[in-house]
């Protein structure tokens, strides 16, 4: 379990780490792509004029792209891609590939051998893919407000890239003083995707945001584009619009300056919630792996609570029970107190005992009743010895008389004495025998 939320807390702050640096190359991409916009809407404006109008701010703009471009490149490098998705891979290789031909576009542009239908759409594309990468931002984001927050803040930035693209092709269009092929549909299609972007921004981004956007927009400025724009509406058939297309170019850009500094504090409020949610997330990590090292600990206790008082029990039973088993005292009791299974089989092996004590308690009272039975009969045998000893003898008596009195017959049947003296004399004898047997 401990490894389980060390490894979720570890998985957690690694993704946020691996948005922290999308969001911080976000960044470099928007402080990139607000210079190539300003770049873009110079190049239109010169290719426009050809070459009358700004020769004099396009070589600063590039100088100020340069030095994004390098900032851009240097924190690339920083960055292991390989950790990153095969989409992000794919998207930053794209970018870089247009991101490399800046140069070369660049001279075609200062020869007026590009075209400004191409110059205009070089610079969107690249930036289209610039947008790309940003976008994928929210994509790694592993929290909800996070992700919203990330939507909002791309959202703002497509909106603010069409804006861009208003101030190039209404640059190249003021210069020329007319609308070229297709380009007046394109402003009216740019402004109301500017819109619908910023919509999607308002209906995701936070209140603090929200309020920032409205108090930073409300300036005289925006209402001047407006107004410059309206110009381009109501003329856009026949041209002669009477707007001096460095003007245009000065006005909103000062109104995508005023886009920057929003988009400044959305990626500031973003940087700021990333490092809320990394502080929180090593927080709950920690809370996390505490509480379970607590709870394993009291796991641990109570396992080895229990596992010592069952040793306890069974120590005291089997001591009882030796006892019992060497010294055969029956009346030892091995009942463990307490209320667990160890307790439960004490009381089974005493009740046990018990039983055993009864059942030999029992069998000495009928030994020691079938000896006192015993001895009383040896008594009664002994005298019934006796008693035929002296039957014996009066037997032997009576067989003596029986003898006398036959040859006393014998005698009366040869004596010459007479009846009567016999007769006495034989009633005698009986009288004698009756008298022993009495």
């Not at 039975?373 to 000893?389: D, P, Y």
């Amino acid at each position: 379990m401990i490894a389980s939320a060390i490894s979720t807390a570890m998985s957690e702050k690694a993704s946020l780490s691996q948005v922290q640096k999308l969001n911080i190359l976000s960044q470099k991409l928007s402080l990139l792509i607000h210079e190539t916009q300003k770049e873009r809407g110079a190049s239109a404006g010169f290719v426009g004029s050809k070459g009358a109008k700004f020769s004099d701010i396009l070589p600063a703009q590039r100088v100020l792209t340069d030095t994004k471009r390098e900032e851009y490149t240097s924190y690339l490098k920083t960055i292991d891609l390989n950790s990153f998705s095969k989409e992000l891979q794919t998207n930053v290789s794209i970018f870089q590939s247009d991101l490399d031909m800046l140069d070369s576009k660049r001279a075609q542009i200062t020869d007026l051998s590009l075209s400004l239908k191409d110059t205009v759409s070089y610079y969107t594309n690249m930036n289209a893919k610039n947008l790309n990468i940003v976008s994928l931002t929210a994509k790694l984001a592993p929290n909800q407000e996070l992700v919203k927050s990330l939507d909002a803040y791309t959202n703002f930035l497509k909106s603010k890239e069409r804006a861009g693209v208003e101030r190039a092709v209404l640059s190249g269009t003021f210069a020329q003083d007319k609308f070229g092929t297709g380009m007046f549909a394109k402003v009216i299609t740019l402004i109301a995707k500017q819109d619908a972007y910023l919509d999607s921004y308002m209906s995701m981004a936070t209140e603090n945001s929200k309020d920032f956007y409205k108090t930073t927009m409300n300036s005289p400025v925006v209402g001047e584009v407006n107004a410059m724009r309206e110009i381009a509406k109501a003329k856009a058939a026949e041209g002669n619009f009477g707007v001096d297309s460095v003007v245009w170019f000065k006005t909103i850009t000062a109104k995508i300056n005023l886009l920057k500094k929003v988009d400044d504090e959305l990626a500031k409020q973003n940087s700021a919630l990333l490092n809320t949610l990394e502080s929180d997330a090593q927080t709950d990590a920690f809370i996390s792996v505490a509480a379970q090292v607590t709870f394993s600990i009291m796991i641990f206790v109570i396992i080895y609570l229990v596992s010592r008082g069952i040793n306890n029990s069974v120590t005291s039973s089997l001591e009882k029970l030796k006892h019992v088993s060497n010294s055969l005292d029956l009346s030892q009791s091995v009942v463990v107190q307490g209320s667990d299974e160890i307790s439960q089989i004490s009381h089974a092996v005493d009740d046990m005992i018990c039983s055993f004590k009864d059942m030999i308690t029992h069998a000495q009272d009928v030994s020691n009743q079938t000896s006192s039975e015993s001895e009383t009969l040896t008594q009664v045998v002994t005298q019934l010895a006796s008693n035929g000893k002296v039957a014996d003898d009066r037997i032997q008596t009576i067989n003596a008389l029986v003898s006398e009195v036959g040859d006393r017959l014998n005698d009366v049947e040869h004596s010459s004495i007479t009846v009567s003296e016999d007769l006495d004399t034989t009633f005698n004898v009986l009288d004698n025998f009756v008298t022993k047997l009495g």
